[in-house]
T-cell receptor, first 113, second 113 residues
Framework: DAKTTQPPSMDCAEGRAANLPCNHSTISGNEYVYWYRQIHSQGPQYIIHGLKNNETNEMASLIITEDRKSSTLILPHATLRDTAVYYCIVRASNSNSGYALNFGKGTSLLVTP | GAGVSQSPSNKVTEKGKDVELRCDPISGHTALYWYRQSLGQGLEFLIYFQGNSAPDKSGLPSDRFSAERTGGSVSTLTIQRTQQEDSAVYLC???????????FGQGTRLTVV
């Protein structure tokens, strides 16, 4: 059970902003929202994470709703190299599995010329 | 290098043979994770190490799978008597401490023929 819901696929035109939604309605107060992406044939790449405040780094912005039940990853100017599967993950601690990431099916983002 | 290193990058083995997969985490990272990704499937968590200890090995698919970590650094995933269903990409990730972001290696692609 991945605890998140994402659309299976999205398209975005090169140069435009890509807005990837994620629902996590059962998130607990101490659980972070993490985003990773996996470009074909590569290992997953960390993008960004947040708890309740919006976050921005050199790769993306993360907008978390006030009730924390959903979030949006924003790639401000998508390029062809941003074509990948994007995973939204609610990360929680478990004494036996540490902070293992529970990857769901993610959103396959296709950036088109 | 500064990232997580896995070797070999590709391994083809005959059914019934044993294989060892190696992970060199980022220097100083105390938490280490192994995942498996079968063709067209999501990432499946296998095992977590904090230092040299693995609190729970129940994520390993069968008793043919074992893993160890020595010196709080290098980890080895061993698969005995390989089967065709073991064919997958095996990914390793490390994080500075449990709750910080995890960084992945490029994986070992295992093919059992």
């Amino acid at each position: 059970d991945a605890k998140t819901t994402q659309p299976p696929s999205m398209d975005c035109a090169e140069g435009r902003a890509a807005n990837l939604p994620c629902n996590h309605s059962t998130i607990s107060g101490n659980e972070y929202v993490y985003w990773y992406r996996q470009i074909h044939s590569q290992g997953p790449q960390y993008i960004i994470h947040g708890l309740k405040n919006n976050e921005t780094n050199e790769m993306a912005s993360l907008i978390i709703t006030e009730d924390r039940k959903s979030s949006t990853l924003i790639l401000p100017h998508a390029t062809l190299r941003d074509t990948a599967v994007y995973y939204c993950i609610v990360r929680a601690s478990n004494s036996n599995s540490g902070y293992a990431l529970n990857f769901g099916k993610g959103t396959s983002l296709l950036v088109t010329p | 290098g500064a990232g997580v290193s896995q070797s070999p990058s590709n391994k083809v083995t005959e059914k019934g043979k044993d294989v060892e997969l190696r992970c060199d985490p980022i220097s100083g990272h105390t938490a280490l994770y192994w995942y498996r990704q079968s063709l067209g499937q999501g990432l499946e968590f296998l095992i977590y190490f904090q230092g040299n200890s693995a609190p729970d090995k129940s994520g390993l698919p069968s008793d043919r799978f074992s893993a160890e970590r020595t010196g709080g650094s290098v980890s080895t995933l061993t698969i005995q008597r390989t089967q065709q269903e073991d064919s997958a990409v095996y990914l390793c990730a490390s994080s500075l401490v449990d709750y910080t972001e995890a960084f992945f290696g490029q994986g070992t692609r295992l093919t059992v023929v």
